[in-house]
């Protein structure tokens, strides 16, 4: 069973900036891809970044590029989103999950462990 404890969401203004980490429990962290979800209220889950296991090969969703940056340790077996400009519409739940051994997937169901989310609004 792996567990994933996201931390460091909170209230920003537009413009300001806020990371979010997750940590993970288990031997096997590094082996595994880990990914970045958001879903607001009324939406769906979406995609948000995703990082390889040895953090070599990662991806973003289109509307964060250039703004956000996801990277981890794994001798801490944690991952970060560092979201900079933030903007009101980036307010949302956002989610770690653990993906798979190779893919950098974007879909909700190519993930099997979660967090419980944490919250991040961005006031303007």
């Known amino acids: 069973q792996v567990q994933l404890v996201e931390s460091g969401g909170g209230l920003v203004q537009a413009g300001g900036s806020l990371r979010l980490s997750c940590a993970a429990s288990?031997?096997?962290?590094?082996?595994?891809?880990m990914g970045w979800f958001r879903q607001a209220p009324g939406k769906e889950r979406e995609f948000v970044a995703a990082?390889?296991?040895?953090?070599?090969?990662?991806n973003y969703a289109d509307f964060v590029k250039g703004r956000f940056t996801i990277s981890r340790d794994n001798a801490k077996n944690t991952v970060y989103l560092q979201m900079n400009s933030l903007k009101p519409e980036d307010t949302a739940v956002y989610y770690c999950?653990?993906?798979?051994?190779?893919?950098?997937?974007?879909?909700?169901?190519?993930?099997?462990?979660w967090g419980q989310g944490a919250q991040v609004t961005v006031s303007s």
């Open positions: 999950a653990r993906g798979g051994r190779l893919r950098l997937g974007a879909r909700p169901d190519e993930y099997d462990y």
């Open positions: 990082i390889r296991g040895s953090g070599g090969i990662i």
């Open positions: 288990g031997r096997t962290f590094s082996s595994y891809a």
